[in-house]
Structures are given as C-alpha cells and as structure tokens.
C-alpha cells in the first residue's frame, strides 16, 4: 500500500481517492461498549486504524453513542465492507 501523505487525486473532479484515509461514524446504543466494537470490526477487515482518531459523543438524552474513526483504505469494495460489517452488529443503527 502507499504511503498515506504520497497520495495524489487522479483527478479533481472524482469523488473518494483510493487508497486513502477515510472516517466512519457508527451510531447506536450507548451501553453497547461501541468504541471497542467499531475498532474491533474495523481491524477485523485488516484495516488500520489512524492512532489518536478515535471520537465518541453521546446523545443528548444519553441513550445512543457515535463513534468515529479514520482508517485506511485500499480500494471501494472494502470502504463498502466497512460500512456493511458495522451495519451488521447488533447494536449499531446507522453508519455515516
């Protein structure tokens, strides 16, 4: 994989550039260890995670948790896997 700082736009005009550096959110309930999930799920794909890029906020009754992470990417069919294996965890409800 290439560096992550080598990597240059094919074209400006295009969407994601792969491979590349891309966030995920995943949101669902807040009781749910959700920050050890994600990373879990994300790792388990083989993607690495950014050090230090782990956020997490609640929701304002306290019920639900976002949690968002950078990772690495090589290629779209994996950037949909990341999406499709959250979504398929019992407790997450959405991914942005």
Partial sequence: M??????????????????GAFEITALGRA????????????????LSVI??????????????LSVAVTFTCPDRETYDKAHAALRADEAIRWTI
């Fill in 51 to 64: 050090t230090g890029s782990l956020r997490s906020k609640p929701s304002r009754e306290g019920n639900y």
């Fill in 31 to 46: 009781d749910a260890d959700l920050e050890s999930r994600v990373m879990q799920i994300i790792e388990g794909l083989g």
């Fill in 2 to 19: 290439k560096n992550i700082n080598d990597i240059e736009p094919q074209s400006s005009s295009q969407g994601f550039q792969f491979p």
